[in-house]
């Protein structure tokens, strides 16, 4: 087993009381708000802010940028400041966010309150996707009980922080995932991607400066606050220090949620699920949600570091494994359809370029693959990616267009030969694939 196995830290109340770590009842008894109650006494705003700057804690949520310095970028003096917590969690493959909003809404909220100190921020709001109807209870639960025991409120401990939380629930849209897109949606307009700059920090929710932070980053500030940098940075890599939680599924033996400490590699992340399923050899994975590009080498490290190196990223820290029963063209159109539809619209080479991908992908797995397609594809993909050596993202709005390309391409890179089978054969070579019509689950589309 990996040395980077490590004690639960954000999972830990769950995991010694999962009958119920979620009540307001068993978080105060295992000391929930006691970190708030510090840093009201002992810390400033500015020193807070320091103190998760040098933890070096990246947002867990997918673009991994320092959280501290996010901090650090608002507006100077200019109030009211707001603090938007991002539960839209919608990424295929990634549940970690729902599991600690369903059982350790305490532990979110005291980590959002420190934050909201830190930033100065008078309310937060917690962004929860739509579908999560037992974490929105809970979650309103534990806001009324965290209020009427004063965590919540004016004075907060006595001090002279006032902050008020309210919940926002989303609708299902994967684009309110993006921060600016939520932001729209939580003033009541359609979600769409916003034009930057000005980025949030300077003109966000209302036009005033925001803050918008992942579910997981929140849980875990209540720890460095009350461990330490030293402490974090014991744990994870140089750049990539501290824990983090894996969402683990595909052909693994026990999916599910893990806590390890970054900078294992992937083979001994699988370990920890349990290791492939029975009869399941290794193909690939997805090491960071679907918009991560695929990889096959085991031994790479899981930090932001590494996966960045390999030209992949660690994302949302979702890994979907596939063994050799997995088509490579099947999970691209899956991969491919799931973009096109959650394509908000806004700009012309996401919204087309995720359908003439679709279009194409469909025709290949309904067996009227032609000999281009394979270089239609990967000629779809660099039109909707930056230019060589562009610093900037991509032609789209947001990343949704990129992250459609990335992965696609990657498939096409690593599987070549799945895509020709498809063209030569007019179906799927594998042969669990064979058992089925070749146009059993693909539409008839054409492209040009």
Request: aromatic share 8%; hydrophobic share 40%; with cysteine.
């Amino acid at each position: 087993m990996t040395d980077r196995m490590i004690d639960p830290v954000v999972t830990k109340r769950w995991k010694a009381h999962p009958e119920d770590s979620f009540t307001i009842e068993r978080a105060v008894a295992d000391g929930a708000y006691e970190t708030l109650r510090l840093a009201l006494s002992t810390e400033t705003p500015q020193s807070l802010v320091d103190k998760v700057k040098a933890s070096g804690l990246r947002g867990r949520g997918g673009a991994g940028f320092p959280t501290g310095t996010k901090w650090s970028f608002l507006a100077k003096d200019v109030y009211p400041r707001y603090l938007v917590v991002n539960d839209d969690e919608a990424e295929p493959g990634t549940f970690k966010d729902r599991e600690i909003t369903e059982r350790d809404p305490h532990g979110l909220l005291e980590g959002a309150l420190i934050s909201a100190y830190a930033t100065q921020a008078s309310r937060v709001y917690i962004y929860c996707r739509g579908e999560f109807s037992l974490g929105y209870r809970r979650l309103q639960q534990a806001i009324e009980d965290a209020r009427a025991r004063g965590f919540i409120g004016e004075h907060i401990f006595g001090s002279d922080f006032s902050c008020q939380v309210e919940v926002h629930r989303g609708a299902g849209a994967y684009i309110c995932g993006e921060e600016t897109s939520l932001l729209d949606s939580l003033e009541g307009y359609r979600g769409q991607p916003r034009l930057r700059p000005p980025f949030p920090a300077v003109k966000g929710l209302y036009g005033a400066p925001t803050v918008v932070n992942n579910v997981e980053t929140m849980a875990t500030v209540p720890h460095i606050v009350r461990h330490g940098v030293d402490w974090f940075r014991s744990m994870g890599t140089e750049q990539s220090p501290g824990m983090k939680m894996f969402s683990v599924s595909g052909h693994v033996a026990r999916p599910g949620n893990y806590e390890v400490a970054l900078g294992l590699t992937l083979g001994e992340l699988i370990d920890v699920a349990g290791g492939m399923a029975a009869g399941s050899t290794f193909k690939a994975a997805i090491p960071g949600g679907s918009s991560a590009p695929w990889v096959t080498d085991l031994n790479i490290q899981m930090s932001f570091e590494a996966l960045a190196a390999a030209g992949t990223m660690l994302g949302s820290g979702a890994v979907v494994v596939f063994d050799q029963t997995t088509c490579a063209v099947r999970m691209a159109t899956i991969n491919t359809r799931f973009f096109n539809i959650e394509s908000c619209g806004k700009c012309t080479p996401c919204r087309e370029g995720t359908w003439w991908m679709r279009k194409v992908l469909e025709r290949l797995e309904g067996g009227e693959g032609r000999q281009e397609d394979a270089d239609l594809l990967f000629q779809l993909c660099e039109d909707m990616l930056p230019e060589a050596g562009a610093p900037a993202s991509g032609r789209s709005f947001c990343a949704l267009g990129d992250s459609a390309a990335w992965s696609l391409r990657s498939i096409l890179k690593l599987f070549p030969e799945e895509f020709q089978a498809h063209v030569d054969e007019g179906a799927c070579p594998l042969p669990q694939r064979r058992l089925f019509p070749a146009h059993a689950s693909a539409g008839h589309g054409s492209a040009a």
